[in-house]
């Protein structure tokens, strides 16, 4: 069967299964891996995903799934963005024609979509874990003929999780398979001892950690990884297999990309977004201006150096930043521990990975009271990644670290000056969030009062007002689309800015006092957000009038594009007018707008 006939088998909804690939000649099977890389570079350019890290682990899926069972052996995906070709080999090669689109193929595991996918684990050094806990629990339930297989990568072992499981697995004699797939990266090559592994063969570290060691074997020989994969089975107790693999493999732009493009690409690049105007490009480039003037900034991430911005930072001050692999939490501690001896640690995250590291954040840093300034890219409701990558939480975890100073801008000017605000504030840790995606631009104030940008509307009021809408961050537009479509219909309208939301300023409470109804719309969960807060704030002022929170469901919402997942969440101008009229009407049926609006 030659390659052609392989790509149409591939778009076909049968597809290939495991059982087809048991079948296969070795010729056959290097035939699939050259049609499942070119179809691999095809659709997810257009799509947008994972690319480099799927390109490198083509033959290593394909041994996985001819020497083990699936679903009933557990193949276990670290991270999870590598296993593209795990689900092409599982029947799921069609339906990659609306990867990460709504109602598509998910672009981690995702254990609706098929008994093959054991977890849906998105976040790094995880697998492990999950594989101790399945071996122990086959242990319970005395089921001996199961294999339990983790697929990790160099870049996991940066992070502590991992260690932890390894200290786990290696104690006991249960039988769990570590498939190392080391390819020196995890975003960028990867940092600290674990980089390493791929320079050296000693497998002593292993071997007195409890685990048998097979390897190093070439990641791209199918006949090498599943006689070595054969061995493993029948080692009595964990074992791992070392593969050396190439990232981006076949595909010779992802083979030497050292700036993480190729990691993952985008479906589509609208002019704003190729020419550069993204609010993480703009965070990056101010940082660069603030670290001019300030000798004492130094930068922290975790693995994450050219998706977060910080490549013009580590290019114009190399010693000034570090990066300390997969490792959210010794990043938060180790920049607490910078800010005690005087430096200004700034700590750009996905803020969903923040997650992972809020024990250090409220213990290390806010007890502290340590200068950190956490910059939290994708914040809210990010899109194609899914529910695991949502960085919906945020708001309501700061919230609760006393100390904490949290800025929503709105656009590039208040982003700018928010990080610089962050910077000078020396009385504990600060964070600032923004969304994923292009810039907009920047929104026009009509006045300043008490501190708070009014967008639309009067500050000081002389007759109350309808409505009072609280726009946290990028919010701001819809609430802006709200306020012309409830002003065209007779009700008058305030928008405003508070821009830091942690602690909401006073003067809200005021400002609330001359309006009938305050609305509050964030792009974080409802459950302990800016809206919480902002009940809270009227309740501590003795202030008695309707409010009403729009926010993110408290859910594990799906992949998709931004734009549809707040349209589902009712998150969208008109929708945000439709609830404005709707508890004008119910709570002052008798005033003239209900008539006027209903």
Excluded at 77 to 102: C, E, I, N, P
Excluded at 113 to 129: F, G, I, P, R
Excluded at 249 to 259: I, L, M, N, Q
Excluded at 509 to 522: L, Y
Aim: proline share 5%; with cysteine.
């Amino acid at each position: 069967m030659v390659i052609e006939q392989f790509t149409e088998r591939l778009c076909h909804a049968d597809g290939v299964r495991p059982a087809d690939l048991k079948a296969m000649d070795l010729p056959e099977l290097n035939e699939l891996a050259g049609a499942i890389r070119s179809f691999l570079i095809d659709r997810v350019t257009r799509s947008g995903g994972h690319l480099g890290s799927n390109l490198g682990v083509v033959e290593l899926t394909l041994a996985l799934h001819r020497s083990f069972t699936s679903p009933a052996d557990r193949i276990i995906w670290d991270t999870g963005h590598q296993a593209y070709v795990h689900k092409m080999v599982t029947g799921r090669s069609a339906d990659f024609v609306r990867l990460r689109t709504s109602s598509g193929l998910s672009g981690y595991p995702s254990r609706k979509e098929s008994e093959h996918d054991h977890v849906e684990n998105s976040h790094a050094s995880t697998a492990l874990s999950y594989a101790d806990g399945f071996a122990k629990a086959d242990e319970v339930s005395r089921v001996a003929d199961r294999h339990v297989v983790a697929i990790i990568g160099d870049g996991t072992l940066t992070g502590g999780m991992a260690w932890e499981a390894l200290n786990n697995i290696g104690e006991a004699e249960r039988k769990v398979i570590v498939v190392l797939n080391d390819n020196g990266r995890s975003y960028s090559p990867t940092v600290g001892v674990a980089g390493r592994l791929h320079m050296n063969d000693d497998a002593g570290l292993f071997v007195h950690m409890g685990l048998a060691y097979l390897g190093p074997v070439d990641g791209h020989d199918l006949v090498a990884l599943q006689e070595a994969f054969e061995e493993a089975k029948r080692v009595p107790g964990p074992v791992i297999v070392h593969c050396r693999t190439v990232k981006g493999r076949g595909y010779r732009p992802a083979e030497t990309d050292e700036t993480d493009r190729l990691h993952a690409v985008p479906a589509q690049r609208s002019a704003a977004t190729a020419a550069g105007l993204t609010w993480t490009r703009v965070f990056g480039d101010e940082l660069v201006r603030l670290a001019e003037d300030r000798p004492d900034i130094v930068a922290v991430t975790a693995a994450m150096l050219h998706p977060v911005g910080l490549g013009a930072f580590a290019a114009r001050y190399p010693d000034r930043v570090f990066d300390v692999g997969l490792a959210e939490q010794h990043a938060v501690t180790s920049s607490a521990a910078m800010a005690m001896a005087g430096l200004r640690p700034v700590v750009p995250i996905y803020s969903t990975f923040l997650n992972r590291a809020f024990d250090q954040v409220l213990l290390d840093c806010g007890l502290h009271e340590c200068p950190v300034t956490f910059v939290l890219d994708r914040s809210g409701i990010t899109g194609e990644d899914g529910p695991s990558h949502h960085g919906m939480w945020d708001l309501s975890l700061l919230r609760i670290v006393p100390n904490m100073r949290l800025a929503a801008p709105r656009d590039g000017t208040t982003l700018r000056q928010a990080l610089r605000a962050g910077v000078e504030n020396a009385g504990g840790p600060t964070a600032v969030r923004f969304p994923k995606g292009e810039l907009p631009a920047d929104f026009p104030v009509r006045e300043v009062c008490d501190g708070i940008d009014v967008l639309h509307g009067e500050g000081r009021p002389k007759r109350k007002r309808d409505v009072l809408l609280v726009a946290v961050g990028a919010m701001a537009a819809e609430c802006l689309a709200a306020a012309a479509e409830l002003e065209a219909q007779g009700v008058t309208v305030t928008v405003v800015d508070p821009r830091w939301v942690v602690p909401l300023p006073d003067t809200l409470a005021s400002a609330a006092a001359h309006h009938r109804i305050t609305m509050s719309v964030e792009d974080n969960t409802r459950t302990g957000g800016v809206g919480t807060a902002l009940v809270q704030l009227l309740q501590d002022n003795d202030i008695t009038q309707p409010v009403r929170t729009m926010a993110v469901e408290p859910a594990f919402h799906a992949h998709g594009s931004r734009k549809s997942i707040l349209s589902g969440l009712g998150l969208t101008g008109p929708c945000i007018a439709e609830t404005a009229r709707t508890t004008l009407c119910h709570w002052f049926g008798e005033h003239s707008i209900c008539a006027e609006v209903s």
